[in-house]
């Protein structure tokens, strides 16, 4: 039998090893959560955006063909399926840049009453939307090099999680948008 020594520091390593997974297991369970507030966030921010555009293209102050394309972009970025949120979603990023690329257009919508609300709206939306993203994906990022360390994938720290997946999608504001302030 083992000295009394011996059992003591078998038991204070078993401890310290119990201790270090579970503050790794928490660590983990804290970053997924993380990363469903900022999915929360990010879809906020996406639904906001598509709202505005959306209210923008059916608010009559668009020439017709700008109103059509917006409102199909934005339409289609609300009802997409999960599978395809990210290819809707940069196709209103483009249909944004294509209808308010220009100055031009941005001082058209501030011009009629309400404009200058509307257009100070949809500027913070496009604005909000690539930090909403990026925070999303700095959360994805921190969880998947965690989830990469041998110790999680040996003891399945990581339980029955999905692996998580960052969102990709052009978010690049409309020039005319992008600096203006709010």
Do not use: C, K
């Amino acid at each position: 039998m083992p000295p009394v020594s011996t059992l003591i520091w078998i038991v204070v390593a078993l401890v310290a090893i119990g201790m270090y997974l579970s503050w790794t297991a928490g660590r983990l369970d804290r970053l997924h959560a993380r990363i469903d507030a900022a999915r929360a966030a990010l879809d906020a921010q996406l639904l906001r955006r598509a709202s505005v555009a959306q209210e923008l293209a059916t608010s009559g102050v668009l020439d017709p063909a700008a109103s059509i394309v917006l409102y199909e972009a934005a339409h289609e970025a609300r009802q997409a399926e999960e599978e395809h949120r990210e290819v809707a979603e940069s196709e209103l990023s483009a249909a944004l840049r294509a209808v308010f690329g220009a100055q031009e257009q941005v001082e058209a919508v501030r011009q009629v009453p309400g404009g200058e609300e509307a257009a100070g709206e949809l500027a913070q939306a496009v604005r909000r939307v690539p930090m909403a993203r990026r925070f999303h994906n700095d959360s994805v990022r921190a969880a998947r090099a965690l989830r990469r360390h041998r110790t999680v994938r040996w003891f399945r720290l990581a339980g029955h999680a999905p692996f998580p997946l960052a969102f990709e999608m052009d978010d690049e504001p409309p020039s005319a948008l992008a600096d203006r302030p709010t």
